[in-house]
């Protein structure tokens, strides 16, 4: 496991503090929306990553490597089924809800984010290391289009 986000100067629980009080003083634009795709992501992961303390797992507060990586990846794509590409006819959302931009969308606002200086460029080096591990978790770059169903995340997180 590697608290580490990336390319950032922040660890995962720092960019969590840092970000989550961003959200009270940014203005309504862009890196606001950068703000709120990241901490709906992080959510997300939450859900993913679990909340069982007989096993100790507390929802993400570091990115898992090796067999922890492995054993999360093969759930989340067991869950998700063969298909890859991103289904209209399905429940599953390609927004997060408490984000303005889709998961596509989120995926340019991070290159612009970190094309931009001081704290906004760090929430785009968050939001891509989050986006590279996403894309890990689902089996491949570009393949995190999609949120599993709130069944699919609690079949997830009782791996």
């Known amino acids: 496991m590697t608290e580490a986000m990336g390319e950032s100067d922040w660890t995962v629980s720092e960019a969590r503090y840092l970000i989550?009080?961003?959200?009270r003083t940014a203005p309504d634009d862009r890196g606001y929306d950068g703000i709120e795709l990241f901490l709906a992501l992080c959510e997300y992961l939450d859900e993913l990553h679990g909340m069982d303390r007989a096993r100790g797992r507390f929802g993400f507060g570091s990115f898992y490597t090796g067999a922890h990586l492995d054993?999360?990846?093969?759930?989340v794509q067991a869950a998700r089924g063969p298909r890859t590409a991103w289904d209209p006819d399905s429940y599953?959302?390609?927004q997060p809800v408490n984000a303005a931009v889709t998961l596509a969308e989120g995926r340019e606002l991070t290159?612009?984010?970190?094309g931009r200086?001081?704290?906004?460029?760090q929430v785009g080096l968050c939001l891509r290391a989050l986006y590279a591990y996403l894309d890990q978790l689902y089996g491949g770059e570009g393949l995190f289009n999609q949120l599993l169903t709130p069944p699919e995340r609690q079949q997830v997180a009782a791996r």
């Open 20 to 23: 989550r009080e961003l959200l």
């Open 71 to 75: 054993e999360l990846a093969a759930a």
């Open 92 to 94: 599953r959302l390609e």
């Open 111 to 114: 290159e612009w984010l970190v």
């Open 117 to 121: 200086q001081a704290w906004e460029r």
